[in-house]
């Protein structure tokens, strides 16, 4: 049985890695995606997790394979693409660490996961469904992400859900947009960005756009990812916020994932139904997922520089999470 399992995009991320003698960027080959990362997160922290998703049957895919498995992920859903390549990602620092992306992805074998080649039995064997929306953007791999959602849904997986919206991978924001609701339909815990929660529902107020979502969606758990400011919660018609931890962060990429992870590792590893969640118990659980992101941005890349859990406990334990405890109305 598989804690968890997730589906979606395994890709390369080459990051910046210094200048050559001629002043030129360097980049360094780091693995990556987004539902990778989580589920490297949570393997580094101990629990079991498996990976459905396709890559290239290139030198890149091949690496990305065997990094899963390095990092004691089950490929037993991985599909090799002899048609198109694994998707690259090239990541651009600014001086704060903080990231954007260019992607060569015109196709990638990512966005060509068929249904017939998602293992149900995989999802069947898990306790809990992870995706996200980069699986959304094109067929066939939208079809094969809701299918496999479905099913999860069906089998009584708890849903966790991360849009992670990159803007110039979609070929129309309508329909971004659009599918990003469809995702939004089985979700039990969600975790967005304060950009992707304006897009989402046209508003920057943290009450007013979670209660949206809450009230339209029916989420357990919305979490709402703040950067170094920490997070902002909903937990039904609650709302919380836990500052973030103050770390020398030299690279953003996968923080969020790893703050995801830290989320879905306290659920696990408390047996936690987010029904009988309390306001208190979601503070803890919110400043351990804090410091779970914060210690990811202080290494380059992201699969590489998730944390252990004497890292994350060292730096939990220096705890600071504002109890805020405010009934939105």
């Known amino acids: 049985m598989h804690d968890v399992v997730?589906?979606?995009?395994?890709?390369?991320?080459?990051?910046?890695?210094?200048?050559?003698e001629n002043g030129e960027v360097r980049f360094e080959r780091n693995p990556g995606g987004a539902p990778a990362n989580v589920l490297s997160a949570l393997a580094k922290l101990g629990k079991k997790t498996a990976f459905i998703g396709k890559v290239g049957n290139d030198q890149f895919g091949h690496y990305l394979n065997s990094v899963l498995q390095k990092?004691?992920?089950?490929?037993?859903?991985?599909?090799?693409?002899?048609?198109?390549?694994?998707?690259?990602?090239?990541?651009?620092?600014d001086d704060k660490g903080d990231r954007s992306f260019s992607?060569?992805?015109?196709?990638?074998?990512?966005?060509?996961?068929?249904?017939?080649e998602v293992d149900l039995e995989i999802i069947n064997n898990s306790r809990i469904f992870h995706f996200g929306s980069i699986s959304l953007t094109h067929e066939?791999?939208?079809?094969?992400?809701?299918?496999?959602?479905?099913?999860?849904?069906?089998?009584?997986?708890?849903?966790?859900?991360?849009?992670?919206?990159r803007v110039n991978l979609w070929d129309d924001l309508n329909h971004a947009r659009s599918?990003?609701?469809?995702?939004?339909?089985?979700?039990?815990?969600?975790?967005?960005s304060e950009e992707e929660l304006e897009f989402i529902t046209g508003t920057k107020d943290l009450k007013k756009g979670s209660k949206y979502i809450y009230v339209q969606f029916h989420i357990k758990l919305i979490l709402v990812t703040l950067g170094s400011d920490g997070c902002f919660y909903r937990l039904g018609h609650v709302v919380g916020k836990c500052s973030g931890y103050d770390v020398d962060a030299i690279d953003t990429t996968g923080a969020g994932d790893a703050f995801l992870a830290g989320i879905i590792y306290q659920?696990?590893?408390?047996?936690?139904?987010?029904?009988?969640l309390s306001l208190n118990e979601v503070d803890?659980?919110?400043?351990?997922?804090?410091?779970v992101g914060a210690l990811a941005t202080t290494?380059?890349?992201?699969?590489?520089?998730?944390?252990?859990?004497?890292?994350?406990?060292a730096l939990f334990n220096k705890t600071n999470c504002i109890k805020k405890g405010i009934l939105s109305q």
């Open 6 to 20: 997730a589906l979606g995009e395994v890709l390369i991320d080459f990051t910046p890695a210094g200048k050559s």
């Open 71 to 93: 990092n004691s992920i089950d490929t037993k859903g991985v599909v090799f693409s002899n048609d198109t390549n694994t998707t690259l990602a090239f990541v651009h620092l």
């Open 103 to 116: 992607f060569y992805r015109n196709p990638g074998a990512d966005m060509m996961l068929q249904e017939q």
């Open 299 to 313: 290494k380059k890349g992201a699969i590489p520089a998730m944390p252990s859990i004497d890292e994350i406990l």
């Open 284 to 291: 803890k659980m919110v400043s351990f997922a804090n410091a």
């Open 179 to 192: 599918m990003i609701e469809v995702g939004l339909k089985f979700a039990d815990v969600l975790k967005i």
């Open 267 to 276: 659920i696990i590893e408390k047996d936690y139904l987010l029904s009988d």
């Open 140 to 165: 066939p791999s939208a079809s094969a992400t809701l299918k496999a959602v479905a099913y999860a849904k069906e089998n009584g997986l708890l849903i966790s859900y991360d849009p992670n919206l």
